[in-house]
């Protein structure tokens, strides 16, 4: 069955860099492409940007471009959403998620991962 | 962009009665619209999609509807496994937009 399970909660002073890891399994990693949405507490869900595993090129929102940088490993059907210069403000639960339709809504989510920014 | 507008914000209803949620865009977006579930402390499960295709395992009591602008999540019968946060989606086009959410909860 298909799985994405991500790397384990993370504490960062600001100004610091995070990368958060997406381990996919049970379908073929380069077949779809890998998103990620973050939700700060009690807050919506915003979408951050896609990346495909396949080819490796992007699409990042406006909000986060030049500050985030989506990378893949093939070999062991893993993606990254790496953010820089934080600040409290990206204190929220990142998810990696994956639509299987060809469409741009998702279907199977990864179980989030807690990044605080703390000084 | 195109905006995202869901309402209410919040509601509270009774076992058993029938709850209406809104989601409003700026722009048309043909039915390239997406509701997600989030109960709390979880991750976002997919209920519908193409504003009112039913994902496999959803029960029957929940529905969407509309077109273009104007779209509509509606549980027929409102059950205490249905306290969440529901969200809607675009798709049509980058970027990928939710609305701001709306937390059912049970009177």
């Known amino acids: 069955q298909v799985q994405l399970v991500q790397s384990g909660a993370e504490v960062k002073r600001p100004g610091a860099s995070v990368k958060v890891s997406c381990k996919t399994s049970?379908?073929?990693?380069?077949?779809?492409?890998i998103n990620w949405v973050r939700q700060a507490t009690g807050q919506g869900l915003e979408w951050m940007g896609w990346m495909n595993p396949n080819r490796g090129n992007t699409g990042y929102a406006q909000k986060f471009q030049g500050r985030v940088t989506m990378t893949r490993d093939t070999s062991i059907s893993t993606a990254y959403m790496e953010l820089s210069s934080l600040t409290s403000e990206d204190s929220a639960v990142y998810y990696c998620a994956i639509g299987r339709s060809g469409y741009y809504y998702f279907d199977y989510w990864g179980q989030g991962t807690q990044v605080t920014v703390s000084s | 962009d195109i905006q995202m507008t869901q309402s209410p914000s919040s509601l509270s209803a009774s076992v058993g009665d029938r709850v209406t949620i809104t989601c409003r865009t700026s722009q048309g977006i043909s039915n390239y619209l997406a509701w997600y579930q989030q109960k709390p402390g979880k991750g976002p499960k997919l209920l519908i999609s193409s504003a009112s295709a039913l994902q496999s395992g959803v029960p029957s009591r929940f529905s969407g509807s509309g077109s273009g602008t104007d779209f509509t999540l509606t549980i027929s019968s409102l059950q205490p496994e249905d306290v969440a946060t529901y969200y809607c989606?675009?798709?049509?086009?980058?970027?990928?937009?939710f609305g701001q959410g709306t937390k059912v909860e049970i009177k």
């Open positions: 989606q675009k798709y049509n086009s980058d970027p990928w937009t």
């Open positions: 049970g379908y073929t990693f380069t077949i779809y492409d």
